[in-house]
């Protein structure tokens, strides 16, 4: 018997997933079990082995304050702090980008193309957020080197911590530039995943995403593809011979940001799709002189 202040981990999750879903949120039952997890001490093991265990005090009033964060639609990931992206852990806050799952077919793209991984390559990743793409280039492709770029300063500190977290910052390097304006160098491989939502399109995103994504992670002007004709060019002549651009691409943009890959002067396009069927990235090689 429990008194009525006092309320078992089934009866808090019943609760909270009900409320969630009044609030609209796709997996509710999901994202309630995530919360309740990482508040018990025992975690998911204790959720599942005592259901009918009494939430303390304390428990019941650490549940309540996250499950009204996911409430008002703040995901999971950012009342946490980090983000699972490519296996590896990232801390994510504010001022970054919540990596995206589809990113990852640009590193599965990437690591096709480099066919010998012990070269000692240099990365450029324009727009690194939390750094998530080059730290994950890096942690498979030992002898690589990054420089990873960012106007938001506040973003580069959060990729810069990342890549000490993940034993990766002896390699990766990260600076404050407006794209590449100002950089000096030549690189092997320059990767972008830059902000490619129409502008008109902001309004109509997921709560989740218009509300915590910082803007300047999602906007693309007018037309969505603002940023690319800015950096395609620019990085075409930042690419070595035979260096590689790997671009990620919103839905419908393969086609023109294909064509400018072409126009810049790079060749051997090629695309590939995400999970979902999506052509997701863009790829083109600089021919050798
Ligand atoms: C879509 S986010 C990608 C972040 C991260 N690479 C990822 O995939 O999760 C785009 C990033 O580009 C940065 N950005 C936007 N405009 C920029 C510019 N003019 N120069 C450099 N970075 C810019 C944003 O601050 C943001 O971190």
Redesign the pocket.
């Known amino acids: 018997m429990h008194d009525s202040t006092t309320i078992t981990a089934a009866e808090a999750l019943n609760l909270a997933s009900q409320r969630l879903k009044t609030a609209g949120i796709e997996g509710p039952r999901r994202d309630t079990r995530l919360l309740l997890a990482a508040i018990l001490p025992g975690g998911a093991s204790a959720l599942l082995r005592e259901p009918d265990k009494a939430l303390t005090q304390s428990e019941q009033q650490a549940f309540e304050a996250v499950v009204c964060r996911r409430e008002k639609r703040e995901p999971v990931s950012r009342i946490f702090g980090e983000r699972e ?1 490519w296996s590896l852990t990232f801390k994510i806050t504010p001022d ?5 799952a589809d ?1 990852e077919t640009l590193i599965e793209g990437i690591l096709a193309w480099a066919e010998d991984k012990a070269q000692p390559l240099r990365i450029l ?9 080059l730290l994950a280039l890096l942690s498979e492709l030992p002898n690589a080197r990054g420089l990873g ?4 300063r506040q ?1 580069l500190a959060v990729a810069e911590e990342n890549a000490r977290n993940l034993g990766l910052g002896s390699r990766a390097d990260f600076a404050c ?3 590449t304006s100002g950089l000096i160098g030549t690189w092997d491989i320059i990767l ?5 939502i129409a502008e008109s399109e902001i309004a109509d995103l997921a709560p989740e995403v218009a509300d915590y994504d ?1 803007l ?3 906007t693309g002007g007018p037309d969505g593809l603002r ?1 690319y004709r ?1 950096l395609i060019p620019e990085a075409a002549v930042l690419l070595k011979d035979s260096g590689l651009l790997a671009l ?1 691409v919103g839905v419908g943009q393969a086609e023109a940001v294909e064509a400018m890959l072409l126009d810049a002067g790079l060749g051997l396009p090629w695309r590939r799709c995400d999970l979902s069927g999506v052509e997701r990235c863009c790829f083109a090689v600089k021919a050798k002189k």
């Open positions: 992206f970054t980008l919540d990596p995206r990113s990743d324009l727009g690194a957020g939390t750094g998530c793409l770029v960012d106007m938001s973003a530039h407006d794209w972008s995943n830059p902000p490619y910082p300047q992670a999602l940023d800015i990620e």
